[in-house]
Structures are given as structure tokens and as C-alpha cells.
């Protein structure tokens, strides 16, 4: 007998042959990006929407629609001010201590997609506060948010750091007291929430280490950032963080729990961690 579906079978049949899977259009670079998200923020990302020619649209946990790469041609500050997925890992953070002063406008994860931010941990004030946790930090407790596991990153950022300072005690004054933790701010002269907004940074002394707005542009820096203990950036690296001292823009005081920055720039220098696979997130898009 005939089966009635029959040419319902074939006609999908032949258009599987005529337009390619997803997988085979995604780039080789929004694979990898798309990845290095997916296993730095497990479940952040439901669906990767590919259309024929390659261009993807992330679709996030709370239904927001990013594009990986929106093709707009942008100038260092417009990355900054409004980046897509693909800006936001397009700048190589370099792992370990300072080797030299960074060009203008490298500042590796000072591009921050806000959505992305917003789906990782809450869209909120009241939202964020909820989310929080409070985290030791010497004789501090520095509220901090538990999605994502950044609240357990920064936890074992302050072993860490403890464990440092009983061996080197020079090290308390770059740190103590740190501030930050949950703050609804923006960041000064723009209209973009900070990641503290998010409670997922902190600034470490605020008063011992300097910003770039409150020192006079173009000053060369090399010296002030190779003078804070590499052994405390080491500490905050290994639990996902970047610091802001090695931004040319630089922000001494801040740490940011970015784990998609420091995956990238472990694959940068050949290790090979885990990586989730997201074939499972593609769908065909238009
Ligand atoms: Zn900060």
C-alpha cells in the first residue's frame, strides 16, 4: 500500500540535500566562540539558529535573540559601546604576569554584551540581589552572584588569596578592604550597567590602585601594573577571572568572573581544555 505521507517524505528528503545542515555553514570561529560559551555558562544558550549562508543568532535562556556577528563594521569604542557575541572574544586576553604596555583600546573583556549579561544574571536590581550570595574575603563578606557558579569562583579566588598573604602578608595592602560586589551602577561617563551591577566583579583597594579616568591619558603605565602582585592575578586567572590592569584602559582594582575570556585564552596557548559541543543547540535559521 501506498504510504500517504509518502511524498510529504521525499519533498524533505530532497530539500535536506539541497540546503546544508547547519553545522556545515557555522564558521570555524562562531563554532569555537559558540562553544567556549556554552561550557563557560552551562545552559545560558538554547538554540543557535543558523541561516544558509552561515549567520547565526544565539537564541539565551530568557528568550533574548543575539546575533553572533551582525556583519556592522565597528570602531574600538563602538566594540566597547555595543558589541555582538563575536566582539566580545575577539581580543586575545593574555594570561599571566605584564609583559608589556597593552595599544590603545586592547582592553580583552571590557567589550560586554549587556543581554548576554542580563540572561547570565538577572535583569534586575531586585533580581541580581536575590541571586547573591554573601562570600568571605579576608575579614570582609562581599555579596556576590551565585549563577553560573561566580559566587564558587570568587569563594576559592579567597583561598587562595588567603593562603598567599599568610606566606606574603605585602600582598593585603593591593587588596584590603575590596569593594563592589553587588552595586546597580553604571560605568562612569557611560550609560552601560557595570559588571557590578551583576555582582560578578570586585575592586580590590580601591583607594591603592588607580582607574584610567582619574590619571592623565597616555601616561605609561608598565610600571604601576607590573607592580601589582602577579601572584594575586595568578590566583584570580585560575578561577575564571580577568583583571583590568592589563586593559590599556586600565582599572587596576577590578576583577571580572569572565571564564569564556580565560577558556579562549587557554586554547590561545595551546591547552586543550573540555569543550561542550553544541550541536545539539543548532537549528536551521533564515
Ligand atoms: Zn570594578
Not at 536575590?130 to 569562583?153: E, K, T
Not at 560605568?187 to 582607574?211: C, E, K, Q
Amino acid at each position: 500500500m501506498r504510504h500517504p505521507f509518502r511524498g510529504l517524505l521525499l519533498l524533505s528528503c530532497l530539500l535536506c540535500l539541497v540546503s546544508p545542515a547547519p553545522a556545515q555553514t557555522l564558521s570555524p570561529q562562531a563554532r569555537r566562540d559558540l562553544s567556549v560559551l556554552a561550557t563557560a555558562y552551562p545552559g545560558v544558550i538554547q538554540a543557535v539558529e543558523v541561516a544558509p549562508g552561515g549567520r547565526a543568532t544565539v537564541v539565551l535562556a530568557d528568550g533574548a535573540r543575539l546575533p553572533y556577528d551582525d556583519g556592522r563594521p565597528r570602531s574600538a569604542e563602538e566594540s566597547v559601546e555595543d558589541p555582538d557575541l563575536k566582539t566580545i572574544l575577539a581580543q586575545p586576553y593574555p594570561l599571566g604576569p605584564v609583559a608589556a604596555e597593552p595599544p590603545l583600546w586592547f582592553s580583552p573583556g571590557r567589550q560586554r554584551a549587556q543581554a548576554l549579561f542580563f540572561a547570565l544574571y538577572g535583569h534586575t536590581q531586585a533580581e541580581v540581589r536575590a541571586a547573591c550570595r554573601p562570600v568571605p574575603f579576608f575579614n570582609q563578606s562581599i555579596p556576590f552572584n551565585a549563577r553560573q557558579g561566580a559566587a564558587d569562583a570568587f569563594a576559592r579566588v579567597s583561598t587562595r588569596l588567603e593562603k598567599l598573604a599568610a606566606a606574603d602578608p605585602g600582598i593585603r595592602k593591593y587588596l584590603l578592604p575590596a569593594s563592589g560586589g553587588m552595586v546597580w551602577r553604571v560605568i562612569a561617563g557611560t550609560d552601560r550597567l557595570s559588571a557590578h551591577a551583576f555582582a560578578a566583579a570586585v575592586d580590590v583597594s580601591p583607594r591603592g590602585n588607580p582607574y584610567w579616568r582619574n590619571l592623565p591619558r597616555g601616561r605609561n603605565m608598565l610600571a604601576v601594573r607590573q607592580a601589582f602582585p602577579p601572584s594575586v592575578v595568578a590566583a584570580f586567572e585560575a578561577e575564571g577571572f580577568i583583571w583590568g590592569g592589563k586593559w590599556a584602559e586600565f582599572d587596576l582594582m577590578h576583577f571580572e568572573y569572565r571564564p569564556e575570556i580565560i577558556l579562549l585564552a587557554r586554547l590561545a596557548r595551546g591547552e586543550t581544555p573540555p569543550l561542550a559541543s553544541i550541536d545539539a543547540l543548532l537549528r536551521p535559521g533564515r
